[in-house]
């Protein structure tokens, strides 16, 4: 199915430029699944995402070395890892709305597609290689450093470390609210010996995250994680109620 014209729109004003070649945001936006259930031959998004990603380790790359040149080769690497992982890249994409705006197979959407954040990850590294080709490096880096700045500056100030997301969202919801923090498992995919977990968590019955792992306990990590880099972004916290 097509995505929702009325996000998409809401993305291109977003972005504000306008695109030399339209049909590379209409790739960047078309999942595999959308493509293999055309008759006619429909290009997808992958090998935008494989773009994408190269032009997303470099950016960050290049903020990193000139941002914090104290820091030692081994601790920027783990800054970028935590920075560029599919938690805070899904978490990005839900922030535009991409899930909304692709196009996508009917059993994939049946399934929770337009919120699976491997789905959204993907979608966000396609979207930055579509900008590299349309745009050029300096547009595109000036749009991976706005929408991840607060992420990687937030790693670098722990020193590109990270451990129990689950216990620092703890943290955050005693700090600023007194809503009740729940985790829920939401889908449990695959045969018993390749499980694939998908879990939530809400605040205040409102969901901030979902994350996915090979056990229940990996994907609340997951989903606290993203959680935390929604709240963390823009001071969003401060729209949750006492």
Same mark, same amino acid.
């Given at each position: 199915?097509?995505?929702?014209?009325?996000?998409?729109?809401?993305?291109?004003?977003?972005?504000?430029?306008?695109?030399?070649?339209?049909?590379?945001?209409?790739?960047?936006l078309?999942?595999?699944?959308?493509?293999?259930?055309?008759?006619?031959?429909?290009?997808?998004n992958?090998?935008?995402?494989?773009?994408?990603?190269?032009?997303?380790?470099?950016?960050?790359?290049?903020?990193?070395?000139?941002?914090?040149?104290?820091?030692?080769?081994g601790?920027?690497?783990?800054?970028?890892?935590?920075?560029?992982?599919?938690?805070?890249?899904?978490?990005?994409?839900?922030?535009?709305?991409? #899930? &909304?705006?692709?196009?996508? =197979?009917? +059993?994939?959407? !049946?399934?929770?597609?337009?919120?699976?954040? /491997?789905?959204? $990850?993907?979608?966000?590294?396609?979207?930055?290689?579509?900008?590299?080709?349309?745009?050029?490096?300096?547009?595109?880096?000036?749009?991976?450093?706005?929408?991840?700045?607060?992420?990687i500056?937030?790693?670098a100030?722990?020193?590109?470390?990270?451990?129990?997301?689950?216990?620092?969202?703890?943290?955050?919801?005693?700090?600023?609210?007194?809503?009740?923090?729940?985790?829920?498992?939401?889908?449990?995919e695959?045969?018993?010996?390749?499980?694939?977990?998908?879990?939530?968590?809400?605040?205040? #019955? &409102?969901?901030?995250?979902? =994350?996915? +792992?090979?056990? !229940?306990?990996?994907?609340?990590?997951?989903? /606290?994680?993203? $959680?935390?880099i929604?709240?963390?972004?823009?001071?969003?916290?401060?729209?949750?109620?006492?």
């Amino acid at each position: 199915m097509q995505g929702d014209p009325r996000a998409l729109a809401a993305l291109v004003e977003q972005l504000g430029f306008t695109w030399n070649k339209p049909e590379l945001l209409t790739i960047a936006l078309t999942h595999t699944s959308y493509a293999n259930e055309r008759k006619q031959r429909q290009e997808h998004n992958q090998r935008l995402e494989f773009l994408g990603d190269a032009v997303l380790e470099l950016v960050v790359s290049d903020y990193l070395y000139n941002t914090y040149p104290d820091y030692p080769e081994g601790v920027l690497t783990k800054i970028r890892a935590a920075s560029v992982c599919e938690p805070s890249l899904a978490a990005v994409a839900r922030r535009l709305n991409l #899930g &909304q705006c692709l196009a996508m =197979g009917k +059993g994939e959407e !049946k399934s929770g597609g337009r919120e699976r954040p /491997a789905a959204l $990850a993907d979608a966000f590294e396609a979207l930055t290689g579509a900008i590299y080709l349309d745009q050029g490096f300096t547009r595109a880096r000036a749009f991976v450093l706005q929408q991840l700045k607060d992420t990687i500056d937030h790693y670098a100030a722990q020193g590109g470390q990270h451990g129990d997301f689950k216990s620092e969202l703890q943290e955050w919801i005693q700090q600023y609210t007194q809503q009740e923090l729940h985790y829920t498992l939401l889908k449990e995919e695959g045969p018993d010996h390749n499980k694939v977990f998908t879990a939530g968590v809400s605040i205040g #019955g &409102q969901v901030w995250g979902v =994350g996915q +792992g090979k056990t !229940k306990k990996e994907a609340e990590q997951e989903a /606290a994680h993203e $959680a935390l880099i929604k709240l963390r972004d823009q001071g969003a916290w401060k729209g949750l109620k006492k």
